[in-house]
């Protein structure tokens, strides 16, 4: 065994800020680190620091003997494949087999929180890749279940400025929220670290809010009107398949919603200071250094 450690997905903004994190947070040197995406000159930026880029597919087992080879250690960052039900749980699935073949000792894995019986529409995937790693014969796994990132505003937030009405289906239910930043740091620390065994943890911000507070918190530091307007679930769906969604990624986003409405993201724990020694981002703060971006959307 060797003492590298691999980020998978390396070359997405969370796998990107990870690497950040290890390098310089966190002084792990660029030569023990692996970095592993599907299109290597993604991260040319890396390579030039030392960091061992290489490729991996999820999709193509041929990668995994060179992907894997010599690493100790690995973060399993969940994919982006959602274009059709069950890929990115298979995806996850061939990956924890070849990690196991591979004789890594500790693999990461990011998570959801109660992945168990949820409305969410990708938590079966979540619920499948623990079952997975359970039933592995790996030494020891952690898994980091992830609450929302604020940083999604910017993806859901355009269209409730340029209109000034936030349509939700999440019945003023409330979310704890994290910076996306915070999260990258726990899965370092954990990648980085001693941790060994078998657990899980769930990491969010240090509150609960509902778009209502979130809205008026926005509204304040940008200086436009927004407005949250509940709608019944499938009106919620309709309207941004409307805007030209996909269904199918429709219902996916819809589904956060329904999660929300269902009170499974309110809960706020501990687990983010018991594995890094510090505390989240509150939102506030997180809205003051990012309020001229989110003005000039």
Not at 285 to 291: E, I, K, R, T, V
């Amino acid at each position: 065994m060797t003492d590298l450690i691999l980020v998978t997905g390396a070359s997405g903004q969370f796998g990107r800020l990870v690497l950040g994190h290890l390098t310089t947070a966190l002084g792990i040197a660029p030569s023990r680190i692996v970095a592993g995406t599907r299109d290597p000159a993604k991260l040319a930026d890396w390579a030039a620091k030392g960091v061992q880029v290489r490729a991996l597919d999820f999709d193509d087992a041929s990668t995994f003997g060179s992907g894997f080879a010599g690493v100790g250690r690995a973060l399993l960052i969940s994919t982006d494949a959602l274009d059709r039900p069950g890929r990115r749980l298979a995806q996850h699935q061939a990956a924890i087999a070849g990690l196991e073949a591979a004789g890594v000792g500790h693999v990461v894995y990011i998570s959801a929180p109660k992945p168990e019986n949820s409305p969410l529409l990708l938590a079966p995937d979540h619920e499948g890749t623990e079952k997975a790693l359970a039933a592995s014969s790996l030494p020891g796994w952690t898994v980091l279940r992830n609450h929302w990132y604020f940083e999604n505003l910017f993806a859901f937030l355009p269209p409730a400025i340029a209109s000034g009405s936030w349509y939700t289906a999440d019945e003023g239910q409330g979310s704890a929220d994290i910076a996306r930043d915070d999260l990258a740091f726990a899965a370092a620390t954990v990648l980085a670290g001693p941790e060994s065994g078998k657990a899980t943890y769930t990491l969010s911000g240090p509150q609960a809010l509902t778009k209502a507070e979130i809205a008026s918190a926005v509204s304040a530091a940008i200086g436009k009107p927004i407005a949250v307007v509940q709608v019944p679930l499938e009106g919620l769906v309709q309207g941004m398949i409307h805007a030209g969604l996909p269904e199918p990624l429709a219902r996916v986003f819809a589904s956060f919603d329904s999660n929300t409405a269902a009170g499974r993201v309110a809960e706020v724990t501990d687990d983010f200071f018991r594995l890094t020694g510090r505390q989240p981002r509150r939102f506030a703060d997180w809205l003051a250094a990012n309020a001229p971006a989110l003005a000039a959307l």
